[in-house]
């Protein structure tokens, strides 16, 4: 079963940036489509960003001025640089992944099978 370990939140001020990381065990990211999700307080969980098995990376189009998904095979590791960050993208970042070989739907946060503790990210203005 694979596991999912995401680090890189922390503490800017608003206009700031963090590149958060997602790194994979106890297989290879090739095999996976990964994504990454936030949530904060009162609100549901919302897809960001994914790359899949053959290296697609998307990033949803109200982010895609400011946020990038990349990732580095040879460290099984995704990453998500958040770029101008703003008071509203104070949240819990999650990186998620459904089964091997199985697509990524954002806006189906429930069919994603494997998902890491979470790394907090808070704006201030």
């Known amino acids: 079963q694979v596991r999912l370990v995401e680090s890189g939140g922390g503490s800017v001020q608003a206009g700031g940036s963090l590149k958060l990381s997602c790194t994979v065990s106890?297989?290879?990211?090739?095999?996976?489509?990964v994504a990454w999700f936030r949530q904060a307080p009162g609100k549901e969980r919302e897809g960001l960003a994914h790359?899949?098995?053959?290296?697609?990376?998307v990033v949803v189009d109200s982010m895609k001025d400011r946020f990038t998904i990349s990732k580095d095979i040879a460290k099984n590791t995704v990453y998500l640089q958040m770029n101008n960050l703003k008071p509203e993208d104070s949240a819990m970042y999650y990186c998620?992944?459904?089964?091997?070989?199985?697509?990524?739907?954002?806006?189906?946060?429930?069919?994603?099978?494997?998902w890491g503790q979470g790394t907090r990210v808070t704006v201030s203005s």
């Open positions: 106890l297989d290879t990211i090739s095999k996976y489509c």
């Open positions: 998620a992944a459904p089964r091997k070989g199985e697509y990524c739907y954002l806006a189906m946060p429930a069919s994603f099978n494997y």
């Open positions: 790359t899949n098995q053959q290296g697609l990376l």
